[in-house]
């Protein structure tokens, strides 16, 4: 804790000191934006908030924290132009910060061979983002689905151990649970949906299509498979598009009668549709691309000698992205003729995902948002993403649920809105709509508030 208190006190010494502007400038709430040795590489980023009160007293502590009471003092000698901050544990004194530099968002404080650099925030930004759910529903056991549904009314989810079941999504009462599930790994499945109806694959092949009403299906039909676990059902133009891991992809009209089917050299691990061209990374290196009308093959591509893993492609910006997790490599390429366009190899990505024309990458240590037109970096925010279900933007954020952390991202500069702890076990991406953040985890569905 006496170690913890020592960062933030720097942290907070740093940012008040201003020359020449009145202590009011720096009143309010801040964040380390950095803190760094000499010419050593950065050692700290975005973990410490502090507040600067009237009353000459400071509070502090990590962000996405509630303000847990003042913490000590602080003392300015504006001739000197040095801050000092004295913590109530001990009266213990840590040091006077010389101010370099300040503006009124930034300030650079030198304390010997360190460096701080800051940044204002407003408070709301430090409110834990499961401080205060709006409800809770518990299913019991399980994990939610990796992609569950919303709409106008309802939020609907499955789990590898309970039936597809309805909730409203404005009190978490249970409006239907159905007779039907989604897969025996139905963590790893999606729901799809159109206005009256739900889509998604249970075991053994099974699509289902069920009644938003009453959750009675509808119909379910039987498809070619080989695994449960990565059948990913999508509604496009009007048809339902599975990929049951055989060496098949099929396209289903919404009355369960087959479209087309196309046989392909290995089962498709994971696709996307854009433009009405279905993009598939095949087995054991291989990629090809699908008309999603008529199942034609219009061009195919061996892109890998290895067997390595493919996370869901993306086209954005007349670009096509392809990630190797083996060899942590993100690569563009023309969509239409699969030639190489760029090629990253640099930032050990491990996986990427998609919000319109945006995209964004992870690795071990960053999460980043890149620019698919050449594959260089906007923005970067470090952190431990060796895990976390797929992102979510609204409203120009994006919401990122990891093993261990929340964050709330601004997708423009990277600023971290919020970092919270949030230790779930969980597959499950959060949705977001105006009034309100839904998450799953085991045997847990929650509503919880927006912090801003």
Same mark, same amino acid.
């Given at each position: 804790?006496?170690?913890?208190m020592?960062?933030l006190?720097?942290f907070?010494?740093i940012?008040?000191v201003?020359p020449? +502007? ?9 964040e380390?934006?950095?803190?760094? *040795?000499?010419?050593q590489?950065e050692?700290?980023d ?8 009237e009353d000459?007293?400071?509070?502090a502590g ?7 009471g003042?913490?000590g003092?602080?003392?300015?000698d504006?001739?000197?132009?040095l801050?000092q ?9 840590d040091?006077k910060?010389?101010?370099?530099r300040v503006?009124k968002d ?6 010997l ?7 204002k925030?407003?408070?709301?930004? *430090?409110?834990?983002i499961d401080?205060?759910p ?5 299913f ?8 569950p549904?919303i709409?106008?009314?309802n939020f609907?989810?499955?789990s590898?151990?309970?039936?597809v079941t309805?909730l409203?999504?404005?009190? @978490?009462? /249970? ?7 989604? @897969? ?7 729901i799809?949906q ?14 289902? =299509?069920?009644? =938003?009403?009453?959750?009675?299906? &509808?119909?379910? +039909? ?6 449960? /676990?990565l059948?990913?059902i999508?509604v ?6 599975v990929?049951?891991l055989?060496?098949?992809?099929i396209?289903l ?8 089917s ?5 089962p ?5 549709i854009?433009?009405?061209?279905i993009?598939?990374?095949? #087995? ?5 691309v699908?008309?999603?009308k008529? #199942? ?12 390595n893993?493919y ?7 007349? &670009?096509?992205?392809?990630?190797d997790? #083996?060899?942590?490599t993100?690569?563009?390429y023309?969509?239409l003729?699969?030639e ?6 640099t930032?050990q ?10 995209v964004?990458?992870?690795?071990d ?5 890149l620019?698919?037109?050449? @594959?260089?970096?906007?923005?970067s ?13 609204s409203?120009? *954020?994006?919401?990122?649920? &990891?093993?261990?952390?929340f964050f709330i991202?601004? &997708?423009?500069?990277?600023?971290v ?20 953040i839904?998450?799953?985890?085991e045997?847990m569905?929650?509503?919880l508030?927006?912090?801003?």
């Amino acid at each position: 804790m006496k170690s913890f208190m020592r960062g933030l006190v720097v942290f907070v010494l740093i940012f008040f000191v201003v020359p020449i +502007v009145s202590s009011q400038k720096f009143l309010g709430y801040w964040e380390i934006m950095s803190k760094e *040795k000499e010419e050593q590489e950065e050692i700290e980023d975005r973990l410490r908030w502090v507040g600067f009160f009237e009353d000459s007293t400071y509070s502090a502590g990590l962000i996405g924290e509630l303000d847990t009471g003042k913490r000590g003092v602080w003392t300015f000698d504006k001739k000197e132009n040095l801050l000092q901050l004295i913590s109530y544990n001990d009266n213990v004194d840590d040091g006077k910060y010389v101010i370099k530099r300040v503006s009124k968002d930034h300030m650079t404080l030198d304390l010997l061979w360190k460096s701080i650099y800051l940044e204002k925030v407003h408070k709301s930004s *430090k409110v834990p983002i499961d401080a205060e759910p709006y409800w809770e529903y518990d299913f019991g056991s399980g994990y939610p689905n990796q992609n569950p549904a919303i709409d106008e009314a309802n939020f609907y989810f499955g789990s590898d151990m309970t039936p597809v079941t309805c909730l409203d999504k404005n009190s @978490g009462t /249970v409006r239907w649970v159905s007779d039907v599930k989604v @897969g025996s790994k139905g963590f790893f499945h999606s729901i799809a949906q159109d206005e009256n109806f739900l889509y998604f694959n249970g075991t053994q092949g099974t699509i289902y =299509k069920v009644d =938003k009403n009453d959750g009675k299906a &509808t119909w379910s +039909v039987k498809v070619p498979f080989d695994d449960d /676990v990565l059948n990913k059902i999508t509604v496009y133009n009007n048809l339902l598009f599975v990929n049951p891991l055989v060496k098949m992809f099929i396209a289903l009209d919404k009355n369960g009668k087959e479209v087309w089917s196309t046989e392909l050299s290995n089962p498709v691990f994971s696709y996307t549709i854009e433009n009405s061209m279905i993009y598939a990374n095949v #087995g054991f290196g291989d990629f090809v691309v699908l008309d999603a009308k008529s #199942g034609e093959i219009l061009n195919q591509k061996h892109i890998s000698s290895k067997v390595n893993f493919y996370p869901t492609p993306i086209v954005s910006k007349e &670009t096509l992205l392809l990630c190797d997790v #083996g060899k942590e490599t993100i690569t563009g390429y023309n969509p239409l003729t699969l030639e190489e366009k760029w090629k990253d190899s640099t930032n050990q990505f491990k996986g990427m995902y998609q919000s319109g024309e945006m995209v964004f990458a992870i690795s071990d240590s960053e999460f980043s948002r890149l620019s698919p037109v050449d @594959g260089s970096l906007l923005w970067s925010v470090p952190g431990e993403f060796d895990r976390i279900c797929n992102p979510t933007v609204s409203a120009g *954020k994006v919401f990122i649920q &990891t093993r261990y952390m929340f964050f709330i991202i601004d &997708t423009k500069n990277g600023n971290v809105l919020l970092r919270t702890p949030f230790e779930h076990m969980s597959y499950t991406q959060p949705l977001i709509t105006e009034n309100g953040i839904y998450v799953g985890y085991e045997g847990m569905i929650t509503k919880l508030k927006h912090p801003f």
